[in-house]
Structures are given as C-alpha cells and as structure tokens.
Nanobody
C-alpha cells in the first residue's frame, strides 16, 4: 500500500497562486502515473492533472490548462501542483492519487 500525504492548501484570493505537494511513501510505491483530482461541494470528484513518473509526460483537464502545472521530484517521491490565476470555480478539496490509493485531501478555497 502507498501512503499519500497532501499539503499546501489554503485560502487565496481570485487571481492568486498556491502550490500543492503530495508526498508518497510505502514499499509498493512504483511511480507509474500519479495525479490530482478535486471535489467541490455537491459535485463529483473530477480529474485535474496527471504525470507519468518515469518520463514526466503530463496531462491536464481543459479547465486548468495554461494555469496549473504538475511536476514531480523522483528523488523525494513527491508530486506538486502549481496553481496560478486561481478562479472561484477552483474551490474544492484536492486529492492526490496513485493507482487505487488516495490521500486525505487538502482544501483550496478561492475568494473574490
């Protein structure tokens, strides 16, 4: 089993930036694909971005393209999500994902 711990959420004004981190640990952690998902109140969990652990190839939801950047530090087994030009609609709990494992989530709140 892989343990995933997110950090970096908080309250930010619209147009601002935040950087989320996801630290992975566990004997079975093997990289492959990792990603970020989010869930807003009353809505289903949705895909935000993913990254191939081996080659760094990335994929983004259309709603965040050009504003969010996913990256990873393989030496630290840590994944990041740099979020810029934040919008009110970005308010959600953000979850780190690796295969069937999920982190506990970190709250991101964007205010006007």
């Amino acid at each position: 089993q892989v343990q995933l711990v997110e950090s970096g959420g908080g309250l930010v004004q619209a147009g601002g930036s935040l950087r989320l981190s996801c630290a992975a640990s566990g004997r079975t952690f093997s990289g492959y694909g990792m990603g970020w998902f989010r869930q807003a109140p009353g809505k289903e969990r949705e895909f935000v971005a993913s990254i191939d652990w081996n080659n760094g190839r990335t994929n983004y939801a259309d709603s965040v393209k050009g504003r969010f950047t996913i990256s990873r530090d393989t030496a630290k087994n840590t994944m990041y999500l740099q979020m810029n030009i934040l919008k009110l609609d970005d308010t959600a709990v953000y979850y780190c994902n690796h295969a069937s494992d999920w982190g506990q989530g970190t709250q991101v709140t964007v205010s006007s």
